[in-house]
């Protein structure tokens, strides 16, 4: 069964940085397109990034392009979200997402992931 452990939340202020480690188990990681998605107070999920399964291709919401960037080492089983620039409007609860099969186009949706993490909290304040 796969599992996905997230890491490296926390609080900072607006301006700053963090790094979210994400953790895969279970399966071969190098097949799989992976995601963070995150969801904040009161609003729906959202997608954040993706990345194909050789992390040559990615994708971003258009909300955090040119602040994020997600990244992964598949010797490591483990994808990133390096976030900078944070901003308020950040603060959310982020997941790492997998999904089921093999695709060669990156899934953008919520719908395509069969696989999450248990979240972990950014919170930025101003």
């Known amino acids: 069964q796969v599992q996905l452990v997230e890491s490296g939340g926390g609080s900072v202020q607006s301006g700053g940085s963090l790094r979210l480690t994400c953790a895969y188990s279970?399966?071969?990681?190098?097949?799989?397109?992976m995601a963070w998605f995150r969801q904040g107070p009161g609003s729906e999920r959202e997608f954040v990034a993706a990345?194909?399964?050789?992390?040559?291709?990615?994708d971003y919401a258009d909300s955090v392009r040119g602040r994020f960037t997600i990244s992964r080492d598949n010797a490591k089983n483990t994808m990133y979200l390096q976030m900078n620039s944070l901003k308020p409007e950040d603060t959310a609860v982020y997941y790492c997402?997998?999904?089921?099969?093999?695709?060669?186009?990156?899934?953008?949706?919520?719908?395509?992931?069969?696989?999450w993490g248990q979240g972990t909290q950014v919170t930025v304040s101003s």
């Open positions: 279970g399966r071969i990681f190098s097949n799989y397109c």
């Open positions: 990345i194909s399964q050789s992390g040559h291709s990615t």
């Open positions: 997402a997998a999904p089921s099969y093999w695709s060669r186009d990156i899934p953008l949706s919520a719908a395509e992931y069969d696989y």
